[in-house]
């Protein structure tokens, strides 16, 4: 077993090694990519909705249907401003492969190779893409990417978080009431902010890492 300071200097080692790629210059042909997915329930009303009028705000009823879950792949190329969105069914290991696919083909086809920030989710592994992907193109997809693990519990490391978030809040955090609709309101989402080439500036460096957190690590 691993002691507490064991687990804590693994969790400080892998917080440095995110930190350290945040801080690179950008290169479009080795991108950083961050990489998050999102769980939707899926919700429509029961009553007719008031519009909102001039002076008055829009009202609904509490009360509203359930029409199943979907799922959303978000991957944020922040230095260079792109993202990608897709909205699938689930999320099982096949859906990871083929997602980690159209990344490398269809979004980043000019990249050499993928950094790909993304938590140890039992899902997020190498070996998803090789049960679910020919074994020749499996093994040409894994030589474009390289995936670095944020520490378990280190959800604030992985950028991807805060284009979740910017989502909700500008787009998915209402209800929608099926699939087809989340998929137009996050492409709309996702081309507004590709088109405005929209980045996200991160702060947080391995200098203030020491400062902050160096004490309770050994």
């Known amino acids: 077993m691993w002691c507490i300071a064991e687990i804590d200097k693994e969790y400080y080692k892998r917080m440095n090694r995110v930190l350290k790629l945040y801080a690179e210059e950008y290169d479009p042909y080795y991108p950083i990519i961050c990489f998050d997915e999102k769980h939707k329930h899926l919700t429509g009303d029961l009553k007719t909705r008031i519009p909102m009028k001039p002076g008055k705000l829009e009202k609904y ?3 509203y249907s359930r029409n199943g879950t979907a799922n959303i792949f978000v991957a944020v190329d922040f230095k260079g401003g792109k993202r ?6 689930r999320r099982t290991k096949a859906d990871f492969a083929l997602y980690i696919q159209h990344l490398v083909n269809n979004v980043f086809p000019k990249a050499k190779k993928l950094r790909i920030i993304m938590d ?5 592994t190498y070996t998803s893409i090789l049960e679910n992907l020919e074994f020749e193109e499996a093994l040409r997809i894994m030589k474009k990417i390289n ?15 805060i284009e979740i978030n910017v ?3 500008q787009c998915t955090g209402r209800r929608i009431e099926n699939k087809k609709l989340l998929i137009d309101e996050t492409s709309a989402f996702m081309e507004y902010r590709n088109l405005n080439k ?8 391995q200098e203030d890492a ?7 690590y050994v």
């Open 61 to 63: 009823d509490y009360s």
């Open 84 to 89: 990608d969105i897709m909205v699938t069914d």
């Open 120 to 124: 140890n989710l039992n899902t997020h």
């Open 147 to 161: 995936i670095i693990y944020t520490p378990k519990h280190a959800s604030w490391l992985n950028i991807a978080e």
């Open 167 to 169: 989502m909700d809040i």
């Open 198 to 205: 929209s980045k996200i500036y991160w702060n947080f460096t």
């Open 210 to 216: 020491d400062k902050k957190l160096s004490n309770y």
